[in-house]
């Protein structure tokens, strides 16, 4: 294929992938249902499972191999913008009052589905080679137990919002634990990166450690007050301060990237020590419009996901591992945070509440299991089910508050002093736009 076709191509793709992946965004919001699941769904139905399948002459023309490197990039890039913003918008000063609570909700709701899903890795190995699975290394079942912890925050916050639950007291703790949860897992995943070594590193996966240690140092100590005299002091202007961020995080991520940690860890990690304004305030200056690029270039991820997704590989076993994951995915994080709440000092209602908001996934559990598959932490089938499976719990958060709510007998109960919208990050684009609270209510 000659340069010009490939660039023409690619632009055609460009064009379907973000019409087609904001399409089904807005038609899922209009059933009620998260912006993600319409996005999830455009990808997976542009991949080779479902086009690929029934229509692959027109898969082959849309989607040569020669654009594969080019979408792949801007899938890329797209998380590193995405989660930029993430760790920008990451403050554990939330926690307030109620950090002891916050604190043991957080780490009862990691620590339970994490235990029982690398539980079921070493328990049910035999079945899990059904779904072309090796034999279980320590950072497989490391994987096996992040994949049912993670909490998505920006969708979570996203459901808080539109329930009205932004100045509750569940909803403010459901919001802070999945702040600190995130936390916890992540750096759980970066573990699980550093020993997925296939021998294409000098250096062993001790060595990684190290210096991926001495980097996040550096960057903890020293980023952070060079930024603000470089481009805060200086009042660089918006646009450039934006461009050079941007930088910044991309950098980053290609250090975490070469050592084997994914480029999302150096991503989030350039996020986390970007100053904010003295008052400790975001800079509206930087963040809407890394909302609105993040939001743009998001759809890229889902069809880059949806490639590795093969339901015409789907059998029996895939099936029934499906459901059982889907169950173990909501009991574990519905009820650990319920207890852990209930234990924390709050009513039998509210714990409910924080429960089941914790166990909503979205963009945040995609882009782990991607990194996962990448790393070789999961088989293709296996990574088929984990997606569904992130699908579903998706789907399932909203309809198990509406049942939560009915079987309450009072309005969750209120944070004094708060009047205004729940801690975290403002759930606009990309796992923001799961459910974006700014959508036009019609």
Request: include cysteine.
């Amino acid at each position: 294929m000659s340069p010009e076709a490939v660039v023409t191509h690619f632009l055609f793709a460009s064009a379907l992938i973000l019409a087609v992946g904001h399409g089904a965004g807005w038609l899922a919001q209009r059933l009620k249902q998260p912006y993600i699941v319409g996005q999830l769904a455009a990808g997976i139905a542009l991949g080779p499972s479902l086009l690929g399948s029934t229509a692959p002459d027109a898969y082959a023309v849309l989607f040569p191999r020669e654009i594969g490197t080019a979408l792949t990039g801007l899938a890329q890039f797209a998380l590193v913008v995405f989660l930029f913003a993430v760790g920008y918008e990451l403050d554990l000063k939330i926690l307030g009052d109620r950090a002891r609570t916050v604190v043991t909700v957080a780490v009862a709701s990691f620590v339970v589905p994490m235990a029982v899903g690398s539980g079921c890795a070493l328990l049910f190995q035999q079945h899990l080679r059904e779904l072309d699975m090796p034999e279980p290394t320590v950072g497989m079942v490391l994987f096996a137990g992040v994949a049912l912890s993670i909490t998505a925050v920006p969708v979570l916050t996203a459901i808080v919002r539109e329930n009205n639950l932004a100045d509750t007291v569940p909803g403010i703790l459901a919001v802070s634990a999945a702040g600190l949860l995130d936390v916890i897992g992540w750096t759980v995943l970066a573990g699980t990166m550093l020993d997925s070594d296939r021998g294409e590193h000098a250096l062993g996966w001790q060595g990684r450690a190290l210096v991926a240690a001495g980097f996040t140092v550096l960057m903890l100590v020293a980023a952070r007050p060079v930024l603000r005299r470089l481009l805060w002091r200086t009042r660089t202007e918006p646009s450039l301060r934006l461009a050079l961020l941007i930088g910044f995080a991309c950098a980053s991520a290609s250090v975490t990237q070469f050592l084997g940690l994914h480029a999302i860890c150096g991503a989030l990690l350039a996020g986390i020590v970007c100053p904010r304004e003295d008052d400790g305030t975001l800079d509206p200056d930087l963040l809407a419009p890394l909302h609105v690029v993040s939001s743009l270039l998001v759809p890229y991820f889902f069809v880059f996901s949806g490639q590795s997704v093969t339901l015409n590989n789907m059998n029996t076993t895939g099936w029934l591992t499906l459901l059982v994951v889907t169950a173990l995915a909501v009991i574990t994080k519905v009820g650990s945070g319920t207890v852990a709440a209930r234990l924390g000092g709050l009513d039998r209602d509210d714990s409910r509440t924080v429960g089941v908001l914790l166990s909503a996934r979205g963009l945040t559990e995609l882009i782990a299991l991607n990194a996962g598959f990448q790393a070789g932490l999961v088989s293709k089938p296996l990574y088929t089910v984990l997606v569904f499976m992130a699908l579903a719990t998706t789907l399932l958060t909203q309809p198990l508050l509406n049942v939560v709510r009915r079987l309450s007998d009072h309005e969750p109960t209120r944070a004094p002093g708060r009047t205004e919208a729940a801690p975290g990050p403002d759930p606009r684009p990309a796992d923001r736009a799961s459910t974006t609270p700014v959508v036009d209510a019609g």
